[in-house]
């Protein structure tokens, strides 16, 4: 029986997982029909548990997702041109690992977002780190930057990011600090880490929206060619969950006025 000083030992070693499974074993009569070396596995078992959930939920705070989506979730039944066999390859995350990038575009309420995030939830679990960013705002910081004496070093930790998602493309005009921004982060990541970004605008409209030939050609030239393409197309499920949501508050009320009929034989709801 192990006495408190070992269980201490262990709580300052930060072996937490160890401690609890130990904790667990004491107050189990079943555990003393295992061997040793069985226990032990056990025991071991539970620190790489503990260990690897503790790195999970690290990367993912500072991951900071817009949403809380898993690749297990995505809707494949709404119509909106979503493959789900390219879906299923890109989460196997080797498109990370041989880093390229991945567009997806289609306009608003179609789930950019959430695929985007839910890639990046699986990137994570299989032990890349992962960065969200909305661009508009995150150009907004990098100009900041410059006045603060920072620019270098958050261009630089932008670099070392295996999957870093840039949000809205398109949606705020650049600068010329903006375009240079930008070519400074893919030109740190091509072919180093992957890219996601998300658009409203078509790929081919891209070239225009940079507004300068010069950079353009720069900037889509590290982008472009070995990037895996999601373009979506119909009806915003955002709405849709709208009207359902209405639809189903319309039912609910007109269940509640029927209720109160066969209840309170005048009685109504305004």
Not at 41 to 47: H, S, T
Request: glycine fraction near 6%.
């Amino acid at each position: 029986m192990l006495e408190h000083p070992t269980l201490d030992k262990l709580a300052s070693l930060k072996l937490t997982g160890m401690l609890e499974a130990i904790q667990e074993q004491r107050q189990m009569d079943a555990y003393a029909e295992l061997s040793f070396e069985e226990r032990l596995g056990m025991l071991v078992d539970r620190e790489e548990t503990v260990r690897k959930n503790r790195l999970i939920a690290g990367r993912m705070k500072r991951a900071a997702l817009r949403h809380e989506a898993s690749v297990e979730d995505i809707n494949f039944r709404h119509p909106r041109g979503l493959d789900r066999r390219l879906i299923l390859s890109l989460a196997t995350c080797q498109w990370i690992h041989i880093r390229r990038n991945c567009i997806i575009t289609g306009s608003t309420g179609l789930g950019k977002s959430y695929l985007a995030c839910a890639l990046a939830q699986k990137a994570i679990r299989e032990g890349c780190s992962a960065r969200y960013e909305r661009l508009s705002r995150l150009l907004a910081q990098l100009t900041a930057a410059r006045h603060d004496g920072t620019h270098t070093a958050k261009i630089a930790a932008l670099a070392q990011i295996d999957l870093l998602i840039l949000d809205d493309w398109g949606v705020a005009p650049l600068n010329d600090d903006n375009r240079r921004d930008l070519l400074e982060i893919f030109d740190d990541r091509y072919d180093r880490k992957s890219t996601l970004i998300t658009s409203q605008m078509p790929v081919n409209t891209w070239h225009a929206y940079i507004a300068n030939p010069t950079f353009a050609d720069a900037i889509l030239d590290r982008i472009l060619h070995n990037s895996h393409r999601i373009e979506l197309a119909g009806p915003s499920i955002r709405k849709d969950k709208a009207d359902a949501a209405e639809l189903q508050e319309q039912q609910e009320v007109g269940n509640c006025n029927v209720t109160l009929q066969i209840g309170g034989g005048n009685a109504s709801v305004s």
